[in-house]
């Protein structure tokens, strides 16, 4: 309370000898690290990868696109939005597919299944502190090559139509990366 009615005086006393004093505005821990995170990032994209920032004062949100050069979804291109919460790195960005696509690890309403993009994980590969930005741009990235998983899917029925008919599967697929390039 003494604390608190020092700080109200201090807010409401006239300034002294004509200086006014601003606020000084802390700058959070995550902000210092999106910093050097981002430059990181960028200079380390996959290159079937790209990064938009909307606002480019502000860090912690922004667009990556995928555009697989090989696999089922070779010609699409696959946007991703990324919150990085106040939080960070003690946990990790939120991320949501914002294109519809037919896929095995990404649901229709664009949860993501990606063992680091968990607080905690089964598997021991769920997010850390130590992970970064770069981690999770080529998690997102392998989710269309290498980290393709049938096994443990979110997609059930994606994962259901790729098990019993390949062909099938890939029709679908193509028929979600035509409605896109709409």
């Keep these: 309370m003494i604390t608190l009615n020092r ?3 201090k807010e409401h006393s006239p300034p002294t000898i004509g200086l006014t004093t601003e606020p000084v505005k802390r700058i959070s821990i995550r902000d210092k690290l999106l910093v050097k995170e981002v430059q990181e990032m960028e200079e380390n994209l996959p290159a079937t990868c790209s990064v938009k920032f909307e606002d480019p004062n502000l860090l912690s949100e922004f667009i990556l696109t995928v555009a697989p050069d090989e696999g089922y979804w070779k010609g699409g291109k696959f946007k991703f939005s990324v919150i990085i919460t106040e939080e960070y790195n003690m946990a990790p960005p939120r991320v949501k597919c914002l294109t519809k696509l037919w896929h095995p690890n990404i649901n229709v309403d664009g949860d993501i299944c990606l063992s680091l993009l968990r ?4 598997d021991e590969h769920g997010w850390a502190p130590t992970r970064r930005l770069k981690d999770v741009v080529w998690g997102l990235n392998s989710l269309f090559t290498d980290l393709l998983n049938f096994d443990d899917p979110l997609n059930i029925e994606a994962a259901e139509m790729y098990n019993k008919d390949k ?4 029709v679908k697929v193509q028929e979600y990366i ?5």
């Design 178 to 182: 035509s409605k896109g390039k709409r």
């Design 7 to 9: 700080k109200l005086k």
């Design 119 to 122: 607080q905690t994980s089964i």
């Design 167 to 170: 062909v099938q599967f890939q």
